[in-house]
């Protein structure tokens, strides 16, 4: 009887494997149909496959999308429910479940399929948002439009009027001046969402497709008066039905001529079509679905460059254009574009704008580069500003021009460039060994500015070129600066104390001069000490590692005698900080001040620390 079994059982198997050879083979049949557009074809195929092999979820699912290619949503479901029964955490089958009901108007059973996938692989936040995102702006849409149709039918005269006015501009062969007039007065009576939700029911983005001399007037190239008075009452038309309304938005994108001309009319050189042209596209950047559309419908690669250049307008332009940049700086396939364009295009005019910070508008300038310095949180566009040299050179010609310019507007200037520089200084290259002591120079010479926030940038600047040059640390040291940072200590501010200690550990790490003159500006190691207390374990990390650095002054350990030095370096080199530096640093310091100066032993054992004391000797190299 078990050999009847096991020879069943391997018949069986056998049988299956054929069967999944067949059904695989039908899969790839149907995929190749699906892929030429042919769905019913594909569906037969896939079809066949399951004929083969009932319990293969890919052949469910791949049939499923295909139903949903020829809008079969009900059996696009069946399938998805099928292919869940042989793998019940199918996020493809909850995927496509969610957009068969979608489609079919279920919006509450979309939803429950989509915290489906998040459930399955919370790593799928993003696909999540987006199909979240989906199901809201179709059911708003719906919703949308059963209002405006009620509105039209209880015979509201606003309602209505939307309607009428398409119709008349809907007549061929009129002048510039008719077509401009009656789309003013369209955009006059679009006053809320039921008037822009009427104009995209009554197939208002077809004005320009079915209108030449309409047409012709968006267009960008030179123009007469009569038609830049058309191609702006145009762009105010756009903006009434596209204000607020995230469908309208979408539509008004896929209409080929105006994806084509937007890049264009910014271009144009005639203000009036660029100061509206920069208000229809805020009303996109301004939201993160906006954003997203432009992204996916435009050719940003030149984006870049076209905004930059308003930064030579005197008027609003340019504060428009650098607001949409910084907008579109926070979507990652905006910063996937910029790569594109960035050495060859955006950085010589940004350069160039720059050096001539004196000429052009600078608080557009200074948005300005704070925009590039969030570009730098892309790794691969960060990389190409740091290995640019003239980026580098502008930079110190704008510090250099502060001193001579003083304007509150020019030291917005100085303060951007000082975040952009920062944000350099995450990358290591030549160039920035090269530049460092000009770098550190610069950076000296704002140490005296009144405007603290510039003073704080200054010495974060320092915090990150330093370690690129011991010639830089060398000519900082010789002009004061430990000194001038434990002045800055003193006065506090989590911010600047951060980078004050980190500049000052870098300078001791290895500069005789700098350990004496933080041991002579700092008596007593009072600030030191202060900052050993600190609730940051870098400010603590970086104080522990400066102090005993400077142990090796003679006389340091003994000005600490009757201080709680021993106290709060035990405490941190037996604690539990997250930063192992902190304990390492503070058992360093520890070790080297009981050498340095054996009395402090005695409190030591007071403390009953020489265990600790003992366990941490061995991260003393120096001693």
Known sequence: FLAILEKDAKERAKRRKRNEHLANALKEKGNYAFRKGD???????????????????????NRAQAYLKIQEYEKAIGDCEWA??????????????????????????????????????????????????????????????ERALKEVQSGKLAALSIKELLQKLDRPDQNLLYYTGGIRLLTGAVKDCTEQTLFRMNNGFSILKDKGVVRRGFCAE????????????????????????EENQRLLLTCSDVNTQLPKLLSSGVPEIQKETLALISLYSENENGRRLLVRHQDLTKWMQILMTFVNSTDARARSAVNILS???????????????????????????????????????????????????????????????????????????????????????????????????????????????????????LLGEKDGRIVTRAIGVLSRVLPASSSAVEEVVKGGLVKKIIKFLK??????????IKTLSICTRSNRQAQEDLAKSDKKFSVLLKLLESENEMIVGN???CLGQCLEVPGAATSLLNSNAVMILLKHA?????????????????????????????????LNGLAILNSSMKYVHSI
């Not at 000082?418 to 550190?440: T, Y």
């Not at 006065?491 to 004050?500: K, L, M």
């Open 327 to 445: 907008d579109l700086t926070e979507e990652e396939g905006f910063k996937t574009q910029c790569r594109v364009m960035l050495s060859t295009g955006v950085l010589p005019l940004f350069t160039q704008l720059m050096s001539s910070a004196k000429l052009v508008n600078q608080a557009a300038l200074a948005g300005c580069i704070g925009v590039m310095g969030n570009l730098c949180a892309d790794v691969v566009i960060r990389m190409q500003m740091a290995e640019c040299k003239e980026c580098w050179q502008a930079c110190l010609k704008l510090v250099d021009e502060c001193f001579e310019v003083s304007t509150p507007k020019f030291q917005e200037c100085v303060f951007a460039v000082l975040g952009l520089m920062m944000n350099l200084l995450l990358e290591s290259n030549e160039i920035i060994q090269h530049f460092a002591v000009d770098i550190s120079a610069r950076c000296m010479s």
């Open 543 to 545: 104080a522990a590692f």
């Open 491 to 500: 006065a506090g501010g989590q911010i600047t104390s951060n980078y004050g």
């Open 84 to 145: 869940l029964k042989c793998n019940d955490k199918c996020i493809k089958a909850y995927f496509l479940m969610g957009k068969a009901h979608l489609a079919l108007k279920h919006y509450s059973e979309s939803r429950l399929c989509y915290k489906k996938i998040l459930q399955i692989d919370p790593q799928k936040e993003s696909l999540f948002k987006d199909c979240m995102n989906e199901v809201n702006l179709e059911e708003k849409r719906i919703k949308d439009e």
């Open 574 to 606: 037996g604690g539990d900080a997250t930063r192992t530096s902190v304990q390492e640093n503070a058992a360093i310091a520890l070790g080297k001040l009981c050498v340095a100066e054996p009395r402090h032993i005695v409190q030591l054992r007071k």
């Open 222 to 245: 030179k123009k007469n008066t009569a038609e830049v008075d058309l191609c702006v009452s145009l762009l105010f038309l756009w903006q009434a039905v596209c204000a607020g309304n």
């Open 39 to 61: 769905y019913v074809v594909a569906i037969q195929r896939y079809t066949e496959g399951l004929e083969k092999l009932k319990d293969k979820q890919e052949l469910y699912t």
